[in-house]
């Protein structure tokens, strides 16, 4: 079975410093990984995929095999990244498309 | 373009009560699904379809139902709501399969649900 784990309910962190989000996943086929993003009063929305291999809005992600990790890390913390984050993993199969297994969620708080 | 929409976006039932939550999206997307997100347990796919007239069970699915008449159109219903169904509930759409989008979901804003 698939399992997603983002082990902190909860990030406090100053702005301008640096953030990670951990996500650890259980899975035994071949994964494709996601975080989403929820901002206060904004719908969930992707900020990005490992396939993509992008950074988005500074942040970025690594799939790593052999740890079974995706974290989530940006250098220097804004007050907007303030939000719930989410870790997702879903299969390449074809019968587990869009069926995707989410993480309990971060809440990231950036104080100024 | 309005992306996905759900109605309504609060509801308070009674114990017993049924209801419809409906979802709508003018993206022609193939894939349509309705999550609840609790605290502490993320988002759990409750029902899933891959098409028109198409259904399938998630991983929390018991207590619901749910009808794809329309490609546009997924609803979520509930035929007797009880106290362990408050939630907020989320539908969400993708491409479909054989297209590397079709694991990247655009979702709808919510609908938050009380059951006293």
């Known amino acids: 079975a698939q399992r997603v784990t983002q082990p902190e309910k909860l990030l406090s962190v100053f702005k301008g410093a640096p953030v990670e989000l951990k996500c650890n996943y259980s899975?035994?086929?071949?994964?494709?990984l996601f975080w989403y993003v929820q901002y206060s009063r904004q719908r969930l929305q992707l900020l990005l995929r490992?396939?993509s291999r992008e950074s988005i809005k500074g942040f970025t992600a690594d799939l790593n095999k052999g740890e079974t990790s995706f974290h989530l890390k940006k250098p220097f913390a804004q007050e907007e990244d303030s939000a719930m984050y989410y870790c997702a993993l879903s299969s390449w199969t074809t019968d587990s498309w869009g069926k995707l297994q989410f993480g309990a969620g971060t809440q990231v708080v950036v104080t100024p | 373009n309005a992306g996905v929409t759900q109605t309504p976006k609060f509801r308070v039932l009674k114990t017993g009560q049924s209801m419809t939550l409906l979802c709508a999206q003018d993206m022609n997307h193939e894939y349509m699904y309705w999550y609840r997100q609790d605290p502490g347990m993320g988002l759990r796919l409750i029902h899933y379809?891959?098409?028109?007239?198409?259904?399938a069970k998630g991983e929390v699915p018991d207590g619901y139902n749910v009808s794809r008449l329309k490609k546009q159109n997924f609803l979520l219903g509930l035929e007797s709501a009880a106290p362990s169904q408050t939630s907020v509930y989320f539908c969400a759409s993708s491409p479909g399969g054989g297209n590397s989008g079709a694991n990247v979901l655009t979702f709808g804003a919510g609908s938050r649900l009380t059951v006293l």
């Open positions: 899975y035994s086929g071949s994964p494709e």
């Open positions: 379809s891959v098409g028109e007239g198409t259904t």
């Open positions: 490992h396939i």
